[in-house]
């Protein structure tokens, strides 16, 4: 039976009859994958503990002629932080499985692997959020995997007429990919502020650990967050949404 080794991201399980489950696993030089434990939800397995905790794991699978099956797997890289806080589990699952929802399988993209690999460390270095609160890491994650995607939306110059934007006057149209000027924006369309504009630049293009540093004020991280949920709401292919799932664990 021929076999490869990769580094994957679990991004969930899934139980099956008897002691088997299904694993969604982001890998380095595959893409997304289906991974078929057997025997994993038994008290001895070995695998188990290394796929049920955060972090990146050297797997070992067997391909097969319907799905393929994970031979062996060691957490080579763990967040411990992740699973001793509920805020950060709440974070870490939210764009974990936005990634599930917005990707196809078996389609490499390393890019994705090193995004996720990137956050989760900078996630597993940051202090815990407050609880119920929403955090500047999220939306980091969610503008860097659209760009990643082709879904990332313009905040430079006019979705419509093209022309620099100016700091004030300006409305978000998601469906038309970006941002819309004073004299192009439609009467009804919800505007942004410049704060708001320059922190999702920021976002999308410096490091994850800088994400936690950004200060903003009240209205600037309202805006980014209603401008994250419009572009995870309007591009998710599956039925599920990241967003209700952290409200909900909040």
Same mark, same amino acid.
């Given at each position: 039976?021929?076999?490869?080794?990769?580094?994957?991201?679990?991004?969930?399980?899934?139980?099956?009859?008897?002691?088997?489950?299904?694993?969604?696993?982001?890998?380095?030089?595959?893409?997304?994958?289906?991974?078929?434990?057997?025997?994993?939800?038994?008290?001895?397995?070995?695998?188990?503990?290394?796929?049920?905790?955060?972090?990146?794991?050297?797997?070992?699978?067997?391909?097969?002629?319907?799905?393929?099956?994970?031979?062996?797997?060691?957490?080579?890289?763990?967040?411990?932080?992740?699973?001793?806080?509920?805020?950060?589990?709440?974070?870490?699952?939210?764009?974990?499985?936005?990634?599930?929802?917005?990707?196809?399988?078996?389609?490499?993209?390393?890019?994705?692997?090193?995004?996720?690999?990137?956050?989760?460390?900078?996630?597993?270095?940051?202090?815990?959020?407050?609880?119920?609160?929403?955090?500047?890491?999220?939306?980091?994650?969610?503008?860097?995997?659209?760009?990643?995607?082709?879904?990332?939306?313009?905040?430079?110059?006019?979705?419509?007429?093209?022309?620099?934007?100016?700091?004030?006057?300006?409305?978000?149209?998601?469906?038309?990919?970006?941002? #819309?000027? /004073?004299?192009?924006? =439609?009467?009804?369309?919800?505007?942004?502020?410049? $704060?708001?504009?320059? &922190? !999702?630049?920021? +976002?999308?293009?410096?490091?994850?650990?800088?994400?936690?540093?950004?200060?903003?004020?009240?209205?600037?991280?309202? #805006?980014? /967050?209603?401008?994250? =949920?419009?572009?995870?709401?309007?591009?998710?292919? $599956?039925?599920?949404? &990241? !967003?209700?799932? +952290?409200?909900?664990?909040?």
């Amino acid at each position: 039976m021929a076999t490869y080794r990769d580094k994957g991201i679990v991004l969930r399980a899934k139980t099956l009859r008897d002691a088997d489950r299904h694993y969604v696993v982001f890998t380095e030089g595959h893409g997304k994958v289906l991974l078929l434990a057997k025997g994993s939800r038994r008290g001895k397995s070995k695998m188990a503990p290394h796929l049920g905790s955060f972090g990146i794991v050297e797997l070992m699978v067997a391909k097969g002629r319907i799905v393929d099956r994970l031979a062996g797997a060691d957490l080579s890289v763990p967040y411990r932080s992740l699973m001793g806080s509920l805020e950060k589990t709440a974070l870490s699952q939210g764009v974990l499985l936005a990634v599930d929802a917005m990707t196809k399988r078996e389609l490499p993209e390393p890019r994705i692997f090193a995004l996720l690999g990137e956050w989760l460390a900078a996630l597993d270095a940051s202090p815990a959020p407050d609880p119920g609160s929403r955090h500047l890491l999220f939306d980091a994650a969610i503008a860097r995997l659209m760009a990643v995607l082709g879904f990332a939306i313009d905040l430079k110059s006019c979705v419509r007429c093209r022309r620099p934007l100016v700091p004030e006057g300006n409305a978000v149209n998601v469906l038309a990919g970006g941002i #819309e000027c /004073g004299d192009c924006k =439609d009467p009804g369309a919800a505007s942004v502020s410049a $704060e708001a504009i320059k &922190a !999702l630049r920021f +976002l999308r293009s410096e490091p994850f650990s800088a994400a936690p540093l950004l200060q903003l004020p009240p209205r600037a991280r309202r #805006e980014v /967050g209603f401008i994250t =949920d419009l572009m995870l709401t309007t591009h998710l292919e $599956e039925r599920f949404s &990241a !967003l209700h799932y +952290l409200k909900a664990v909040a």
